[in-house]
């Protein structure tokens, strides 16, 4: 998800060093059966909408979004913040877009499900410049992990990692889900559901 753009002769990577970030990760499921019930029309106006609501909704909490993946997002919150307290930004963040999914799905007439995944870590990020263009590069194990908790936060969840838990200060509602492997190589990492607010 985060972008693979540090190989080749024509990269500098000056920009990348190791920061305290949190990584936000959504995605739309099963987007190609959603696209042949709106037909291609709608689906593109439904992804634009999307895209440019979930990009506000990150400027807003001084996010910076960091790339595409399919239908999916990547965002980081900490960089250069005026705000203390990224671990909550980027929940609040989260708590937002799934409240936008909710106004797109009785907008359309379609239920939308996404997975929203959050963990904070420490990650190798920074702008590269390559010939083509600038690109914000995160690297690191929060973002394999915000990717893992973003596919199973479905239908319409929102899933953060233990670190993420560990900065909100009872700030949001939360309760422990278990915990899980990121891949077969990793230790278990614990999951929490972060409850969206009632009324």
């Known amino acids: 998800m985060a972008s693979e753009l540090i190989n080749g002769d024509n990269t500098r990577t000056a920009g990348l060093h190791e920061q305290r970030l949190?990584?936000?990760?959504?995605?739309?499921a099963e987007s190609s059966r959603l696209a042949v019930r709106l037909g291609s029309e709608r689906f593109g106006e439904l992804l634009t909408r999307y895209?440019?609501?979930?990009?506000?909704?990150?400027?807003?909490?001084?996010?910076?979004?960091?790339?595409y993946s399919g239908?999916?997002?990547l965002a980081v919150f900490g960089r250069g913040t005026r705000r203390g307290g990224h671990e909550n930004e980027a929940v609040r963040a989260g708590l937002e877009i799934l409240k936008l999914v909710e106004r797109l799905s009785y907008e359309f007439r379609e239920q939308i499900i996404v997975g929203v995944?959050?963990?904070?870590?420490?990650?190798?990020?920074?702008?590269?410049?390559?010939?083509q263009r600038l690109e914000l590069t995160?690297?690191?194990?929060?973002?394999?992990?915000?990717?893992?908790?973003?596919?199973?936060?479905?239908?319409?969840?929102?899933f953060i990692g233990p670190t993420t838990f560990a900065g909100l200060?009872?700030?949001?509602?939360?309760?422990?889900?278990?915990s899980i492997k990121v891949d077969e190589r990793s230790v278990k990492v614990d999951i929490f559901e972060v409850q969206r607010p009632q009324g």
């Open 22 to 28: 949190s990584v936000l990760i959504t995605d739309i």
């Open 51 to 67: 895209y440019q609501s979930v990009l506000e909704i990150v400027a807003d909490g001084d996010g910076e979004h960091s790339g």
């Open 71 to 73: 239908d999916g997002i």
């Open 117 to 131: 995944g959050i963990e904070t870590g420490t990650v190798i990020a920074g702008y590269v410049d390559t010939s």
């Open 138 to 158: 995160v690297l690191g194990e929060a973002v394999h992990i915000a990717e893992k908790l973003q596919s199973i936060a479905r239908p319409n969840r929102l």
């Open 169 to 178: 200060h009872d700030q949001f509602a939360t309760r422990q889900l278990g």
